[in-house]
């Protein structure tokens, strides 16, 4: 079965603007999560999505981070504008049900400058 | 709040030379503890779970157990290719809703 693909691998921006990603699950998979891995940590859990409902937001900074599943499928995470400290790779992952095995893509690799 | 912390950070081993990985948690009630495998650039990759304190279960040359406080992940004979970054991580419960929280991870190199 085809993994979890993840958009783009790398981008490069100046602190204060805007950038978005873009995950597709795997087929099937009703629920999303997107995580943060900043360098030498583990991932944190930003948002949680069932279906195209959010289920977990609690960590996201609503201030500059949106993120939405239209039709409960693939799904976007955006920042804006964008911190030195938001640096980090960002991790799409799906599971069939609930917080069970979680299958990543393999991330989006974010540098501000 | 939920709690994961591994030891050590980082661990260097020789082919062949057995070693044992630990993760440590603090959870209102486990509902699995998970063991993940990371290499650069890429995503973690599901390798075990394990629900109750005794269990264990085993990989190649990896074997994951869970007591009530912690779990190891032991690697038996590694091989230069089971170097990777290790997270473990657990299943918590809280506003509703299930998510993983993840330990900092051991980043195992394995010299030939």
């Known amino acids: 079965e085809a993994g979890v693909a993840q958009s783009p691998r790398y981008k490069i921006i100046e602190k204060r603007q805007s950038v978005a990603f873009w995950c597709n699950p795997i087929?099937?998979?009703?629920?999303l999560y997107w995580y943060q891995q900043i360098l030498g940590q583990g991932p944190k859990l930003l948002i949680q999505?069932?279906?195209?409902?959010?289920?977990?937001d609690s960590q996201l900074p609503k201030d500059r981070f949106s993120a939405e599943r239209l039709k409960g499928v693939d799904s976007t995470l955006k920042i804006q504008p964008a911190k030195l400290e938001d640096s980090a790779v960002y991790l799409c992952?799906?599971?069939?049900?609930?917080?069970?095995?979680?299958?990543f893509g393999a991330g989006s690799r974010l540098t501000v400058l | 709040e939920d709690q994961v912390t591994q030891s050590p950070e980082a661990l260097r081993l020789q082919e062949g030379e057995s070693s044992s990985l630990n993760c440590s948690y603090t959870?209102?009630?486990?509902?699995?503890l998970f063991w993940y495998r990371q290499d650069p650039g890429k995503g973690p990759e599901f390798l075990f779970t394990?629900?109750?304190a005794g269990e264990e279960k085993e990989k190649e040359r990896l074997k994951a157990t869970l007591t009530k406080k912690e779990s190891f992940l032991h690697i038996t004979a590694p091989k230069p290719e089971d170097s990777a970054t290790y997270l473990c991580?657990?299943?918590?419960?809280?506003?509703?809703?299930?998510?993983?929280?993840f330990g900092k991870g051991t980043k195992l190199t394995v010299n030939p």
């Open positions: 992952a799906s599971s069939f049900g609930g917080a069970n095995v979680l299958t």
């Open positions: 087929s099937g998979h009703a629920t």
């Open positions: 999505f069932q279906n195209n409902g959010v289920v977990d």
């Open positions: 959870v209102s009630g486990l509902r699995g």
């Open positions: 394990l629900y109750s």
């Open positions: 991580a657990v299943r918590s419960i809280g506003g509703g809703s299930e998510k993983l929280v």
